[in-house]
T-cell receptor, first 110, second 115 residues
Framework: DAKTTQPNSMESNEEEPVHLPCNHS???????IHWYRQLPSQGPEYVIH???SNVNNRMASLAIAEDRKSSTLILHRATLRDAAVYYC???????????FGQGTELSVKP | GAVVSQHPSWVICKSGTSVKIECRSL??????MFWYRQFPKQSLMLMAT?????????EQGVEKDKFLINHASLTLSTLTVTSAHPEDSSFYIC???????????FGEGSWLTVV
């Protein structure tokens, strides 16, 4: 399974945008980039996923580098409820399992 | 998004007994379900993958005789921790795929404490 690298932690101020980076230099052509987040004592929550083009949904935006070796999850206006561990995971297009790394712990200051 | 539900949310059992955790996909048919465990301050560790009607595939190092997984229908998978010991105390999380776009959705998790 191709590996991803994320910063251990990041801080943000409430109502400001947050850019969470992810490196995946060994990504294969058939790997989708998935993002999940996990609040304390809860199961992970699906955030967004993409293959090559940038993606937007009601929760976030995903910006994918042209060479696909990195991506950035963008939260446009952080709220206190966005404080969580964010995981960037590669998943084969055929729909394989999700292997979690350490993720980025995002803290949001009021 | 799709809903995956786990039951119970938390359970306390005595050492040596067995405990069953259920995972249900409520609004889609889950062709594949996954079971994870998570220790405090650590990431999720995949234990096994199960497809409806077939035997589960366990990850390396996971004892299949201790963690029994049954995926009897397209909406239900169960994890049974047999002869539980205190070191089995953990947060167990299931997930399921098979809905729109084959996205994987997670349950709320189940806390197991073995005393």
């Amino acid at each position: 399974d191709a590996k991803t690298t994320q910063p251990n932690s990041m801080e943000s101020n409430e109502e400001e945008p947050v850019h969470l980076p992810c490196n995946h230099s060994t990504i294969s052509g058939t790997d989708y980039i998935h993002w999940y987040r996990q609040l304390p004592s809860q199961g992970p929550e699906y955030v967004i996923h993409g293959l090559t083009s940038n993606v937007n949904n009601r929760m976030a935006s995903l910006a994918i580098a042209e060479d696909r070796k990195s991506s950035t999850l963008i939260l446009h206006r952080a709220t206190l409820r966005d404080a969580a561990v964010y995981y960037c995971i590669l998943r084969d297009y055929q729909g394989g399992k999700l292997i979690f790394g350490q993720g980025t712990e995002l803290s949001v200051k009021p | 998004g799709a809903v995956v539900s786990q039951h119970p949310s938390w359970v306390i059992c005595k050492s040596g007994t067995s405990v069953k955790i259920e995972c249900r996909s409520l609004d889609f048919q889950a062709t594949t379900m996954f079971w994870y465990r998570q220790f405090p301050k650590q990431s999720l560790m995949l234990m096994a993958t199960s497809n409806e009607g077939s035997k589960a595939t366990y990850e390396q190092g996971v004892e299949k005789d201790k963690f029994l997984i049954n995926h009897a229908s397209l909406t239900l998978s169960t994890l049974t921790v047999t002869s539980a010991h205190p070191e089995d105390s953990s947060f167990y999380i299931c997930s399921a795929s098979g809905g729109i776009g084959n996205t994987i959705y997670f349950g709320e998790g189940s806390w197991l404490t073995v005393v």
